[in-house]
T-cell receptor
């Protein structure tokens, strides 16, 4: 149980275009989902916390107009990278708060974004 | 500020035991987590400590001392598949996870 999926697993896009990444909790309802970014050989950086039915809470330094987050249902959150630039190339990972413990976070497999 | 420190890289031999340390300074404490992350993959949950002491789970054990701001992850009977990065994370008073940079563990035959 407690499986989180992400789609796509990797994407290449041209500079200036937008990319949408989906995060789904497959067998549980996730009222809270988290979006992280990870650059090579660095740790996870929390971008935003997404609560179902309300606006996402962004971490300091993360542009909310560039990284659009929508948590429309209890099983789906989306991250849209708008007007992508090469510096946005990174590994984007979502996680969902687990069904049995408030402290549990289950991670999706990640999305590798490359902007050319 | 908030800070999580762990060694950048460690090397150990297959079949041996290795201890990965983590020290932390955070605004409040609601538990410490260890995650395993293989290259190019998302982290997977290993352990959660909120009280002092040792938690054992198979080949992996995790220890916490809140007074010292210290934890370690102990891996026994190392296998080649244990080669990965091990991330220490602390949940602060706002229930936010503060992540360490990770320890890359290299297992040699």
């Amino acid at each position: 149980g407690a499986v989180v999926s992400q789609h796509p697993s990797w994407v290449i896009c041209k500079s200036g275009t937008s990319v949408k990444i989906e995060c789904r909790s497959l067998d549980f309802q996730a009222t809270t989902m988290f979006w992280y970014r990870q650059f090579p050989k660095q740790s996870l950086m929390l971008m935003a916390t997404s609560n179902e039915g309300s606006k996402a809470t962004y971490e300091q330094g993360v542009e909310k107009d560039k990284f659009l987050i929508n948590h429309a249902s209890l099983t789906l959150s989306t991250l849209t990278v708008t007007s992508a630039h090469p510096e946005d190339s990174s590994f984007y990972i979502c996680s969902a708060r687990g069904p049995t413990g408030w402290y549990e976070q289950y991670f999706g497999p990640g999305t590798r974004l490359t902007v050319t | 500020g908030q800070n999580i420190d762990q060694p950048t890289e460690m090397t150990a031999t297959e079949g041996a035991i290795v201890q990965i340390n983590c020290t932390y300074q955070t605004s409040g404490f609601n538990g410490l987590f260890w995650y395993q992350q293989h290259a190019g993959e998302a982290p997977t949950f290993l352990s959660y400590n909120v009280l002092d002491g040792l938690e054992e789970k198979g080949r992996f054990s995790s220890f916490l001392s809140r007074s010292k701001g210290y934890s370690y992850l102990l891996l026994k009977e190392l296998q080649m598949k244990d080669s990965a990065s091990y991330l220490c994370a602390v949940m602060d008073s706002n229930y936010q996870l503060i992540w360490g940079a990770g320890t890359k563990l290299i297992i040699k035959p």
